[in-house]
């Protein structure tokens, strides 16, 4: 799967410092430390409550159709849907770590596989939750829902069949793109919560319907999918001042990503602090 690392790059001599690679660094440490926290919570929040059929527990927070009496299987599919969040955020960390493509080449394909196996069901699982079991608020933000989940059945398609045919760095490019849109909700998650702090919650409705909410029903996948492509482009044939310039992007979104991280970390636990 994904590496970020010197392979995404020019291979031209550096005469300067990497300031592309060091942002890159930088912002991918930003995003760990944040989903990190965000599978901390799944584990702690969500596994005990799920594990031991107390269903009823996960509506002390705020979502669209948690627990429903009488929906048993609705309510089995939506544990199992949030079980597996927890893999695949912690999965798509470990596959952009570079050493242990290098030292453990076993671990990355196993992993990878699992990797691509969590994305299959969680976008077909979240189709099934939104259009199946009703769990949106505004035809809108059911339309992000399904653009992100159709972009990521795409480029796990993609990523498998570069990895299949050998050809390595597509291979990588196209799960790097995966790891965005997959990490959409945390992406939305995160950018409610860096919008909340600078703005005071400017343009967020009550029923998600806002002029926020709607840019951030596409843009939770589609922006962060935008700063992959600035990045893979800059860094294989992008000019000195375009290295740069997305650099300082890169730097920019990680210091976002971690206020975000630690605003939505404190939210999530808000009713038991």
């Not at 291979?11 to 942002?23: K, N, S, Y």
Request: with cysteine.
């Amino acid at each position: 799967m994904a590496t970020i690392d010197a392979s995404l790059v020019s291979a031209r001599p550096a005469r300067r410092a990497d300031w592309l690679g060091r942002a890159a660094t930088f912002c991918y440490l930003s995003i760990a430390a944040g989903q990190l926290l965000f599978t901390a919570f799944i584990l702690l929040f969500y596994y005990p409550s799920s594990l031991s059929g107390d269903f009823a527990a996960w509506n002390t927070k705020p979502l669209i159709k948690g627990f429903v009496a009488g929906d048993a299987s609705g309510n089995l599919f939506f544990a199992a849907h949030v079980l597996m969040a927890a893999v695949i955020t912690f999965g798509g960390l470990v596959q952009l770590v570079p050493a242990i493509r290098g030292r453990w080449p076993q671990v990355h394909r196993w992993n990878g596989r699992l990797y691509l196996a969590s994305a299959l069901m969680l976008s077909l699982g979240g189709l099934w939750l939104t259009w199946g079991r009703g769990s949106w608020l505004n035809l809108i933000g059911a339309a992000g829902i399904t653009l992100d989940a159709l972009l990521i059945l795409a480029f796990a398609a993609m990523a498998y069949r570069a990895a299949r045919a050998r050809r390595f760095g597509d291979h990588r490019r196209w799960a790097l793109r995966l790891f965005a849109v997959a990490s959409a909700v945390w992406f939305m998650r995160v950018g409610y919560m860096a919008w909340g702090i600078a703005t005071g919650g400017a343009g967020i409705g009550k029923a998600m319907d806002g002029p926020f909410d709607i840019f951030l029903a596409f843009a939770n996948s589609l922006l962060p999918l935008a700063v992959t492509e600035l990045y893979l482009r800059a860094g294989a044939r992008g000019t000195p001042a375009a290295r740069n310039g997305v650099a300082a992007l890169l730097a920019i979104g990680g210091v976002v990503i971690l206020a975000g991280s630690a605003g939505a970390w404190m939210m999530m636990w808000s009713p038991y602090l």
